[in-house]
């Protein structure tokens, strides 16, 4: 074989193992990869998800999230479906799960309250227990789970301890009749019993303001605040009225606007004179035409917190 030969062979042969390495060099340290899904995985689990292509991770800061656990990767960069060099390193931001919230004290509140309250914190009302008791309102909360202060993720719930009110007491109804009336008003509400509807009649055996007719009939089986009808010996023109001033201002705390009621017993028994929403803080003034002595029913949001007597 001549010289020339020998010299093209050797130059294709070098081109050959020159193009191989470069080639092979191209495939071992620049391949192209393409960057995998690894939201929503555990750090540790998405690390390996990414060396399994030939690429790193790195956690670059971290953030709390509604919908993404605790440990797990919310945002990465490069997104996925990208395509980057093996090696490179996937920047990752990473929850720390709900952010923590303070517990609001919700005791002596009731349960619409309380949700509020809670919903307002970011919270759950949680497993609602009950207990009889004569101390604190139906309804209303008397301890709670975890304490208020104290700090919890955001969306968690918070158990309580309610009261179902006090127990059923059930009274046998007096012969009221002949007595009068002002002792009958006494006597039934020293025991949680209201005066109904009053009604006036002259009926002739009787004394005057006294009572001729009640409801339910003496010997009947009646509730705890329960009402009673009473009909006085008395004729219409014969009643003294006078006119008061009812002053009212709405207790602070809880709810900043809450349903107020007010209710005044008298001789002519018990009717509403207000019933609307208010602000805490704000007064209530009424001018009201009573007969014999009274007594103020105050109610927030539909639960009885104060009686007030008016001589």
Do not use: H, W
Not at 52 to 69: D, M, T, V, W, Y
Not at 92 to 115: C, F, H
Not at 183 to 193: I, P
Request: charged fraction near 25%.
């Amino acid at each position: 074989m001549d010289k020339e030969k020998l010299k093209t062979i050797g130059i294709f042969a070098l081109i050959f193992f020159v193009t191989l390495y470069l080639t092979m060099a191209y495939v071992i340290r620049g391949k192209s990869v393409i960057v995998p899904d690894i939201k929503g995985f555990p750090v540790e689990e998405a690390r390996k998800i990414l060396v399994s292509k030939g690429l790193a991770l790195k956690e670059r800061a971290e953030s709390f999230s509604e919908s993404i656990p605790d440990g797990c990767v919310m945002v990465q960069d490069p997104i996925e479906g990208s395509y980057i060099k093996a090696g490179r390193t996937v920047d990752v931001t990473v929850s720390r799960g709900l952010k923590m919230v303070t517990v609001p004290d919700i005791r002596e509140q009731n349960a619409r309250q309380s949700k509020i309250l809670l919903s307002q914190s970011g919270l759950n009302i949680g497993i609602i227990s009950k207990i009889t008791t004569k101390d604190t309102p139906e309804g209303y909360i008397i301890a709670q789970n975890p304490m208020a202060n104290s700090s919890i993720k955001r969306n968690a719930a918070v158990n309580v301890l309610a009261s179902s009110g006090e127990k059923e007491i059930y009274y046998v109804m007096p012969n009221l009749m002949g007595k009068k009336y002002e002792t009958v008003r006494k006597s039934l509400y020293s025991v949680k019993l209201n005066v109904g509807n009053v009604s006036y009649k002259t009926v002739s055996g009787f004394e005057k303001g006294s009572i001729v007719n009640q409801y339910p009939l003496p010997g009947s089986r009646v509730k705890k605040n329960s009402s009673v009808d009473l009909t006085v010996n008395y004729a219409e023109n014969e009643k003294q009225y006078r006119l008061i001033s009812v002053l009212y201002t709405v207790e602070r705390g809880g709810l900043s606007v809450k349903r107020v009621r007010l209710v005044i017993l008298d001789n002519d028994g018990s009717r509403e004179i207000y019933n609307d929403m208010s602000r805490s803080g704000s007064t209530i003034e009424k001018s009201v035409r009573v007969s014999g002595s009274v007594i103020l029913q105050v109610f927030i949001n539909n639960e009885m917190k104060e009686e007030r007597p008016y001589e």
